[in-house]
């Protein structure tokens, strides 16, 4: 009896010490998105005391209402850059994965000429950073007339986001045994009935996790959308921070605000996908 109520102190001790260890390592993670929620709740005072000040004194929503109300610094117009992120991410994303599914099942279930040449230069793609491609994508989209237009943009994030998206699903089709397929079609099905019925569902862990990449990758990058949008009928709300900026100050609690908007599209679609992901994976385990 003492040696069962030992190891059972064990192992709520071990479990307690796993559960505060992990806590710590999530306010950890957390801390930066509270602090900037914080912010733009505070006065400007607070933001630039030194030292900082933990527990503010004063909370109110007045960079929200400036913000959506239009009287902000310089009448930022967030809903219209809040349209075109939704627009060129989720029309990018929407086409990534598209392109992602069919390159990645021909990978995993097909051979020919050169696969894995091709295969390895799409990884390569990967390696260079997406401000190098900023000037001559640039020159690019200027011959064809192009720059500063939702196309433009979707165009660029698509080709981003492509290989990676490639990869990740090809990974989950190759661990969906070809013998289900065939014996759907054994049963009567055709090969895109058994793609949809059978290979899909068990690969959709894989195909929402690309697609939750992809629409931050899009939702969130700065760099070649600040080069290749100029006008409020293009630019994205990473840019539209910029905006926010002036000569020789800056409104850091509207910042935080806009910030703020942005992460929660984020959030709600992570929440979203990850009931998908849950189910997918069980579907997958019950049926395999």
């Known amino acids: 009896m003492d040696r069962n109520a030992s190891a059972r102190a064990r192992k709520l001790t071990s479990r307690w010490a796993l559960n505060l260890a992990l806590f710590v390592a999530m306010a950890i993670i957390c801390l930066p998105g509270f602090w900037i929620v914080l912010n733009s709740l505070r006065p400007t005072v607070e933001i630039m005391a030194k030292p900082p000040i933990w527990i503010p004194r004063e909370l109110n929503f007045d960079a929200y209402v400036a913000m959506f109300s239009g009287v902000g610094q310089g009448g930022i117009p967030v809903l219209e850059y809040f349209r075109n992120s939704l627009i060129i991410s989720v029309t990018s994303t929407i086409i990534a994965l598209a392109i992602g ?29 997406g401000i190098a491609l900023s000037l001559p994508l640039f020159f690019i989209y200027a011959r064809l007339g192009i720059i500063d237009t939702h196309l433009g943009m979707i ?18 089709f190759r661990q969906v045994p070809r013998d289900l397929s065939e014996a759907a079609q054994i049963d009567g099905c055709t090969r895109w009935q058994a793609f949809w019925r059978v290979e899909f569902p068990l690969a959709r862990p894989g195909i929402a996790s690309a697609g939750i990449f992809a629409f931050l990758t899009s939702w969130n990058e700065f760099a070649l959308a600040s080069q290749l ?19 020789f100050t800056i409104d850091w609690r509207g910042m935080c605000a806009l910030a703020v908007v942005m992460i929660i599209p984020a959030l709600l679609l ?14 997958g385990a019950i049926k395999g």
Do not use: C
């Open 270 to 283: 992570t929440y979203a996908v990850q009931k998908h992901l849950v189910s997918g994976l069980t579907s």
């Open 229 to 247: 949008t100029r006008s409020t009928g293009s630019k994205t709300l990473p840019v539209g921070l910029l905006d926010y900026t002036a000569e």
């Open 101 to 129: 599914m069919a390159g990645g099942y021909a990978f995993a279930r097909y051979r020919f000429a050169y696969k894995s040449s091709w295969f390895l230069g799409f990884m390569l793609t990967r390696t260079v950073p």
């Open 155 to 172: 165009l660029v994030y698509v080709a981003l986001n492509v290989p990676f998206t490639i990869w990740l699903i090809d990974g989950f």
